[in-house]
């Protein structure tokens, strides 16, 4: 590889971070446009990695038609908060997946994302994610173990230095000088691995709280002293990707958006992509109707419940939780905790753990919530809404009366 070329490619994998405009006009997107438009171009010149397999074959082969492939990439568009226009765009990512390498570490973890991420929903997406993009190393899929692992893993960051994606799914223990947790034939403990494993990286992706915040295992007391990849990795970018556990869909959002742009999504105070973290539980709620007029359930199996009302009197904790899980949900976008009866435990915000995962209101827990007073005033608040809704109802009647009277010709 001439000069000139090798320095080609290690620009289209050296991870900026996005361009902030807090405006966001049309210029804006034009020029986005623009720039992923010139990132396909060059990404289309590439081979794909280790002959990993065309997309469009793979999308025959599971008996998709072309129609079915680009509804997924419409709403993946609109989940990551791009126009309309950018459809055929991410279209063209998602086929170019392939020329990205993707390097993913397991540390102190129960392996929740690896099963979210198999079961996910798109065009088969489980077979985009081990067909098309290039998976060099997944210690929980790979057949290799032991000095064949490491050998795998070593061969895959040398030959993609600077260019590979490292998804870390897990916390790191650092207690006892990391003993808690070793890997490997060496048993190279987990923060050693973690390290070793990002120094080559273009960018870390922290999938799930316990990689973000230290999750479970950071839960009091926290035996293994067990904290997330941000406290370890610097120097490097870094996204979050929280919940227990993440979402698959915000996984693939984040690697299309490398993959479309060449840089990181545009990331909030604690790193995690505003294209998914950018608005609470609470604001895009099936139930928030309920809350607005006062409508909770008081005990489980009560009338309230059986009418599906707000949850946040039996501990749901979406007003004080920033996820998009009301919006695209779960297991193909059928349902998610709340449709199915059960409030938020706030499993994407730092301790939740030890703040949130619990069957009573935010208001009897003496916790500041990080959205402001909602949790303090619930109750005032939604008797306030009642009695508002109650002389609304009993204006609308009389106006209801006054009509029916007008209309019969009786007298008022």
């Known amino acids: 590889m001439s000069i000139d070329k090798e320095e080609s490619v290690k620009k289209l994998f050296t991870a900026e971070s996005a361009k902030v405009d807090t405006n966001k006009g049309d210029a804006f997107y034009d020029e986005l446009y623009i720039q992923c438009q010139k990132r396909i171009e060059d990404l289309r010149k ?5 002959n990993r397999m065309d997309f469009t074959k793979s999308i025959e082969e599971q008996g998709l038609e072309r129609r079915d492939f680009l509804k997924w990439a419409s709403a993946t568009t609109a989940m990551m908060m791009l126009p309309a226009s950018f459809t055929p765009l991410v279209a063209e990512a ?3 997946m392939n020329r990205v390498p993707v390097i993913w570490v397991e540390l102190q973890d129960c392996a929740g994302n690896s099963e979210a991420l198999l079961r996910s929903d798109g065009p088969q997406i489980d077979e985009i994610i081990l067909d098309i993009i290039s998976l060099e190393f997944h210690e929980t899929l790979q057949a290799a173990s032991g000095h064949q692992a490491e050998k795998q893993m070593d061969e895959a960051m040398e030959h993609f230095h600077g260019k590979y994606l490292l998804f870390v799914e897990g916390s790191i223990p650092m207690g006892m000088d990391g003993q808690y947790g070793t890997i490997g034939a060496k048993a190279e403990t987990f923060h050693e691995h973690l390290l070793r494993a990002a120094s080559g990286a273009a960018a870390v992706v922290a ?4 990689a973000t915040y230290g999750g479970i295992p950071a839960a009091a007391p926290n035996p293994t002293d067990a904290v997330g990849v941000m406290d370890v990795i610097k120097g490097k970018p870094v996204i979050n990707i929280p919940a227990c556990p993440a979402n698959p869909s915000n996984m693939v959002g984040v690697l299309l958006h490398f993959v479309l742009t060449g840089t990181i999504p545009e990331l909030d105070s604690l790193l995690r992509p505003k294209f998914a973290f950018g608005y609470r539980i609470h604001d895009n709620c099936e139930r928030r109707a309920h809350f ?5 359930v008081e005990e489980w199996g009560d009338e309230g419940a ?7 009197k039996m501990g749901c904790k979406g007003p004080m939780t920033f ?3 009301s919006i695209i949900r779960y297991n193909e976008g059928v349902n998610w905790p709340i449709g199915v009866g059960r409030g938020c435990i706030g499993c994407s915000e730092p301790d939740f753990w030890d703040k949130y995962a619990y069957e009573r209101p935010m208001a009897n827990a003496h916790i500041k919530a990080p959205t402001g007073g909602v949790e303090k005033t619930v109750d005032e608040f939604g008797l306030g809404l009642l009695t ?3 002389i609304g109802i009993g204006i609308h009647a009389a106006a209801s009366a006054v009509a029916g009277k007008k209309a019969e ?3 008022y």
């Open 46 to 50: 590439l081979e794909p990695l280790n």
């Open 388 to 390: 508002a809704a109650s």
């Open 207 to 210: 999938v799930g709280s316990c």
């Open 306 to 312: 059986k009418n599906n009302f707000c949850l946040y």
């Open 292 to 296: 607005d007029a006062g409508e909770f």
């Open 409 to 411: 010709g009786g007298q």
């Open 323 to 325: 996820n998009n899980c």
């Open 94 to 96: 998602a086929v170019l």
